[in-house]
C-alpha cells in the first residue's frame, strides 16, 4: 500500500496562493487517481480535486474551479495542489489520497490550511 505524505500548508491573508503537495512512499502512482480533500471545522470532508494518473485528466469541486490547479509529477512521485485566490471558505485541514478501483483507500495524515480575511 502507498504511504502518502502532505506538506505546503501554512496561514495566508485573503488573495494569497499556496502550493500544496502529496508525496508517495511504498510504491509509485502508477494507475488509479490520486484526489485531495478537505475538513472545515465542524464540516464534513469535501471533495477538493483529482487526477488520472493515467492520463493526466483533472476534475474539481465547482467551489474551487479556475482557482485550484492539480498536477502530478511522475519523476517525483508527487501530486501537487496550486491554490490561487485563497478565501477564508478555504481553511480546512487538506489531505490527499490514492485511488485504485472504485475507492480511496489511502490517505495521508493532512495539513492545515488558514486562510486570514
Known amino acids: 500500500q502507498v504511504q502518502l505524505v502532505e506538506s505546503g500548508g501554512g496561514s495566508v491573508q485573503a488573495g494569497d496562493s499556496l502550493r500544496l503537495t502529496c508525496t508517495a512512499s511504498?510504491?509509485?502512482?502508477?494507475?488509479?487517481?490520486v484526489g485531495w480533500f478537505r475538513r472545515a471545522p465542524g464540516k464534513e470532508r469535501e471533495f477538493v480535486a483529482s487526477?488520472?494518473?493515467?492520463?493526466?485528466?483533472?476534475y474539481y469541486a465547482d467551489s474551487v474551479k479556475g482557482r485550484f490547479t492539480i498536477s502530478r509529477d511522475n519523476a517525483k512521485n508527487t501530486v501537487n495542489l496550486l491554490m490561487n485566490s485563497l478565501k477564508a471558505e478555504d481553511t480546512a485541514v487538506y489531505s490527499c489520497?490514492?485511488?485504485?478501483?472504485?475507492?480511496?483507500?489511502?490517505w495521508g495524515q493532512g495539513t492545515q490550511v488558514t486562510v486570514s480575511s
Open positions: 511504498g510504491r509509485t502512482f502508477s494507475n488509479g487517481f
Open positions: 489520497a490514492a485511488r485504485q478501483g472504485s475507492s480511496y483507500n489511502s
Open positions: 487526477i488520472r494518473w493515467s492520463d493526466g485528466n483533472t
